[in-house]
């Protein structure tokens, strides 16, 4: 028999699974605690629960978990924690401490098939989805792995495209979001893409109160496409288009990514493509300088033209700030994630 892995169910369906099993109702919020909040990950640590209960549900179930292989700490306080998965995979997850906030970036994939050319990630090729209880694990990891023990915010931004494993990650948000283990709040979670056109639709529809941020990083098709090439294939009019009917609730703006890569998208005509674009919907937009990473062969442009076409943008009326990423002293910042195929000779 197939055991079931209890951190792929809601809380309705663990409770339906506890009740099958005979347990008394209050079990399933017993286990939902051990399991969601504590993080325990054998049925032998829950120690409110009758040996005879957790022998039984070591016959039919387990409870899938990741566990830490290493971790780093940025000087700007940046931790990196590099998990590995049950059939010995690694991924990368990075928390972000800023004020009171403590933001986790997960990752949805092992590697990424998309290959952007200023990537790490997509530069290791693909190896796997994650599966949902994967995407959730690393937040609760990453949580009891923590000094302060929480996570305030959650950015589906690490090593995957999250739409290109749409129902992992949509079955990963809900769970995360589940009332009844409340992980992370639903408002506080921004889900990043490169720009799947079918797949923002279909977040519109599954979860319209998550953030949503496209990584641009162009302001024309040929540019878009010498450096992503996923726009051959929904060049930047369907995805505008997307964008457009993209039911954002009221006071919500779509945050447009800008990886900054020195002689390649930092000219006048870039920043104007970028600003018709950001005008067919409510948008901000985040300029960040390209963090140097050995192996990628784009340069970071000199703070004085970061600043210009800051300017350029400004003068058109956009909201624009300019993100240093966190972490790049040890490959934690944005595109610098591989898992362990680049550590030794990067970290
Ligand atoms: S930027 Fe995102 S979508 Fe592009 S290769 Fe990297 S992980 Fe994949």
Redesign the pocket.
Known sequence: MNKINLKRLSYKELSDFVAQMDGRPYRAKQMAAWIFLRGVCQFGQMTDIPLQFREKLDTMAYIGCVSEKSRQVSTDGTVKFLFALQDGLTVESVLISEGARRTLCVSTQVG?????A?????ASGFTRDLDAAEIVDQVIRARELSDEKKITNLVLMG???PLDNFDKVIHALKLVTDPEYQLVGVRKITVST?GLAPGIERLGRELPKVKLAV?LNAGDDATRERI?P?TKKYPMDALAKALAVYPLPQGRRITLEYVLLKGVNDEKKDAEGLSRFAKKFPSKINLIPFNQTAGIPFARPDIEDVRRFKGWLVEKNHTVMIRDSKGADILAAC?Q?AGDKWSGGKT
Do not use: N, Q, R, Y
């Open positions: 990424c098939k998309l290959a952007c200023f990537c790490l990630t997509g090593m995957g495209e490169v990584s992503m996923i595109g994630l």
